[in-house]
T-cell receptor
């Protein structure tokens, strides 16, 4: 069964510094996608970045980059130049490929609460 | 990106009443929608997969008779919490993917969520 693990319940980072949020996963499906979402106190889920299992290069989106280490089954999120507005809960999620009976549902990790200090 | 709406954004009800939450895909058709539940400071837990024109698929441990899901059209799925009790108080979020995205390489779009409080 697929599983997503985020081992950092909470993280602090100084404004303008970089921070890495850890995520490990487990799946037997060779085709899968890894996502990171940000959830501020308002509750909305904001999509940040995506990495496909067959992608050769690490995904980047502005200040967000995904450190994808397939052999280690890790997909850590790196936020560069942290801003006060980055304070939120961050979720790593995995979606297995549809076609082998999977529905394409997302499975989420436990989440990491990030606080950016001024 | 695609837009998913939810209504209501929050609801307070008395114990024993039923509450209906709507999830709409505004600019695309969604054959599949997902319903999640989230308690404070916790992760999103998938409750069920809503399939247009057929029965929903519930995750293990989710009571089908308590959480009724209807996906009557390609743009609307509803979740009805029947005979709600205080322990059903939670944040309910739906998500959907545009059609033709039957592989892992596509984003799910989330609704803004509905906060349910049962007194």
């Amino acid at each position: 069964a697929q599983k997503i693990t985020q081992t950092q319940p909470g993280m602090f980072v100084q404004e303008k510094e970089a921070v890495t949020l850890d995520c490990t996963y487990d799946t037997s499906d060779p085709s899968y996608g890894l996502f990171w979402y940000k959830q501020p106190s308002s509750g909305e889920m904001i999509f940040l970045i995506y990495q496909g299992s067959y992608d050769q290069q690490n995904a980047t989106e502005g200040r967000y980059s995904l450190n994808f280490q397939k052999a280690r089954k890790s997909a850590n999120l790196v936020i560069s130049a942290s801003q006060l507005g980055d304070s939120a809960m961050y979720f790593c999620a995995m979606r297995e490929g549809v076609g082998s009976g999977n529905t394409g549902k997302l499975i989420f990790g436990q989440g990491t609460t990030l606080q950016v200090k001024p | 990106g695609a837009v998913v709406s939810q209504h209501p954004s929050w609801v307070i009800c008395k114990s024993g009443t039923s509450v209906k939450i709507e999830c709409r895909s505004l600019d695309f058709q969604a054959t599949t929608m997902f319903w999640y539940r989230q308690f404070p400071k916790q992760s999103l837990m998938l409750m069920a997969t809503s399939n247009e024109g057929s029965k929903a698929t519930y995750e293990q441990g989710v009571e089908k008779d308590k959480f009724l899901i209807n996906h009557a059209s390609l743009t609307l799925s509803t979740l009805t919490v029947t005979s709600a009790h205080p322990e059903d108080s939670s944040f309910y979020i739906c998500s959907a993917s545009p059609p033709g995205t039957s592989n892992s390489y596509n984003e799910q779009f989330f609704g803004p969520g509905t906060r349910l409080t049962v007194l």
